[in-house]
């Protein structure tokens, strides 16, 4: 890299490091034609984490959004050299992912499954054929494999001086050997950005430091989930296959054994996440860490290694030529924290990248679509910063770091919760639901009862892709909201309190629905300026320029950096109520005769008819009872201060007792609102979706002359696709008794139509109550007619799915409306 610029005084952005991370953000800002766009590196490019990393790339992730921008940034690599004349060293020898097991097999199914509708080829393969592809392998030790092409390695260091080298080309500029000391945020939303050579300002910082990113972040006192762990790869000696094999062996992953491989010259490079991982810097990284590595452990990864040697017996007798131990930084579940930053103006964050040469690619492109257009460009909620709250403490981050580096190559099953950092946050009815028999699961750092295990059953869930042993506990929960009343701790719904003489107006503009009058509820989708769906509320109206609004818990801080960014200077105050007000949803036929008991108020339906909102007494406390149930039955919700929580548990158990009261969690909510075919953020509804695709066009109000979103609505045309319900076939065909080894679809299978993948699921289960395998998903709006039929591939094999157009359960709606 030739020498670097004399520094500027005032930039439009300043990105803060110059790992692959910084230098792919400066490139893709420079490309979206931003002008006056500098990079500052403390040291030389490459000088954190990079230019150690082995440089593998792949396309498999657990998120399918994640998944297509490792595929962009593996395809990203042709466009750079040109740009740059930079060669980056890239090898694409395909790889072959091992399964060791049933389960494992099931894992590589459904990435497979995925990877159709991500238009990605995959492959599942026997022993034998990838005995064939990577002829190392022990074939006594797998059942099975994944092939996939767009699998390889990289030159950490050519990647990112042709990243750079291409950014400059398109007039970016590139600052080596200055360090930023100091952030100053200024009135004006600007940023002095202030380097041992000298201050720049910035209208924009982008935080890619890599290693230091927790330290760039306080600077502008910001405590970012970030931890780095030490990695260790080895390098062994030549491998007679290796050096007579015509061509260059594969990349490789074996999960059981828990190692990953590629060639390295004459011999293979293989790393493992050890289960003892071990943290590096943990509470703050040094300044003088530069381009050094760690001392080598061999003893800690030498059990991963062993079995290595059992699987591939070739390299037991290569010997390890150079052990490589560095650090690399994760966020708590693994994936990369992009974005803006709540509360903050014009402070973005790229960093916890922790696989930078599958991922920096479209990172790069995501935060300059974001920082460019104000909106990522597709959907990136699995790695938006705003996943994490202040609840994320660095003991937190800790304790699910390690966790993650440990399970880097295990099965997560979509009904396991991993144990590290539990309990977190929990609510004052903790203990007595747990006495109850719940089973908990944490959703934004909050135990939350998903199922009760009846007196009897250990309180223990199977982690399974099939139905678990909560499927009968859930379905006795589920009849019981339909025929008597169930109670549900509803901690997990995000609730905020909008005042003030303003607060009217600027809900109206945020949110695309009318409000509801005083003493009234009413749902309303808020959408961002491209006339997408970035949040599904209810509103109520509690009177006197107060509105309570709720919405999902695990989106609070995606949705209030988004209120914060919208509030006008004065007139309106919003405030989170989660840690003031604590509720239950009580819900079933049953439910007005309970509530009827406890409170000296009128509930009957003439006085409190579907979606009222009344303060009232409950139980002698002072309550915000709004009806409406995500049930689908006559319900209610029930807020009171968080103090009165227990007291108001207590009277609801015990008035409930003679009306058949039965406590349910969050698995049989998912029954009931699919047999709804209600959707939910984060599944249905996402930032890719519009309103009219969502089924959610009659919650918007084009009446309203303005809000935000409504001229992107107003011009676009037939939705081009639609969320629509299927019931599934589910049984499996092979199965001998097919009730024992059901699965439902879960989210994310592809639908086929004509034998070609058409659309994808967002949600799956069984509806206990319509005796039906239910999925939700998406499909072209030409295919969405009453009874089409499709099919849907869960764990590989495509079942019968037929289109229904109304809901499954009560379709037009009258018992949640019943007088
Ligand atoms: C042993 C090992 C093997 C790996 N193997 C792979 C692999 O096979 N495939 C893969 O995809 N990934 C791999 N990785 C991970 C990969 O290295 C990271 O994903 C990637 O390097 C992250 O890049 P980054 O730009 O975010 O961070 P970094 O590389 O740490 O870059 C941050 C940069 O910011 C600079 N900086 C920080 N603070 C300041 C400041 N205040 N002022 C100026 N500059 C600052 C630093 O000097 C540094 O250069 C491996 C990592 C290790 C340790």
Known sequence: MSRS?????HARVAVIGGGVVGASVLYHLAKAGWKDVVLIERDELTSGSTWHAAGGMHTLNGDPNVAKLQEYTIKLYAEIEAASGQSCGVHITGGVNLAGTPARMDFLKLARARARYLGLAMEIISVDEAQKLFPLLDKRHFVGALYNPLEGHVDPAGVTQAYAKAARNLGAEVYRFTRVVELVARADGTWDVVTDKGTIRAEHVVNAGGLWA????????????????????VITGEVPEVVASPTEMLHV???????YMRQEGRGMLIGTYEKAGVPWAERETPWNFTHELLTPDLDRIAPSLEVGFRHFPALEHAGIKRVINGPFTFAPDGNPL???????????????????????GGVGLALAN?????????????MDVARFGEWASPAYTHAKVRENYSRRFRIRFPNEELPAARPLRTTPVYDRLQARGAVFGAAYGLEHALWFAPPGMEPREDVTYRRSNAHAPVGNECRAVRQAVGLLEIATFARYEVAGPGAGAWLDRVLANRLPREGRIALAPMLNDHGRLIGDFTIANAG???????????????????????????????RSLASEWMGFAIAGPCSRALLTQLSSADVSAQAMPFLAFREIDVAGLR??????????????????ATGDEIALYDALASAGAGLGLTHFGARALHSLRLEKSFGNWAREYRPIYTPAEAGLDRFVDLTKPDFIGRSAVAKSRAPARRLVTFVVDAADADAVDADAVDADAIGDEPVWHDGKVVGWVTSGGYGHC??????????????????????????GERRPARLVSRPLYDPAGERMRRS
């Open 770 to 795: 319509v005796g039906s395998s239910i999925a939700l998903g998406y499909v072209p709006a030409e295919h969405a007619t009453p009874d089409a039929q499709f099919e849907i591939e869960i764990l």
């Open 338 to 360: 992009i974005g803006p930053i709540r509360g903050l103006s014009n402070y973005w964050v790229a960093c916890g990248v922790m696989a930078g040469f599958s991922q920096a």
């Open 544 to 574: 006197a320029d107060r509105f309570v609004v709720f919405g999902s818990g695990i989106a609070e801080q995606y949705h209030r950096r988004w209120f914060d960014a919208h509030l006008p200077a004065s007139g309106v105050t919003i």
């Open 623 to 640: 309550a915000h009872v709004g009806r409406i149930s995500f049930t689908g039955e006559l319900g209610y919700e029930i807020w009171v």
């Open 370 to 382: 974001w920082m460019v257009d104000g909106d990522p460009g597709f959907d990136v909620w699995a």
């Open 5 to 9: 610029a004399p520094m500027k005084t």
């Open 253 to 259: 992953i074996d999960f059981e054994g828990e190692i």
């Open 214 to 233: 927790r330290e760039v972040g306080r600077m502008a006192g910001l405590e970012l989930p970030v931890l780095a762990m030490e990695h260790q790869y």
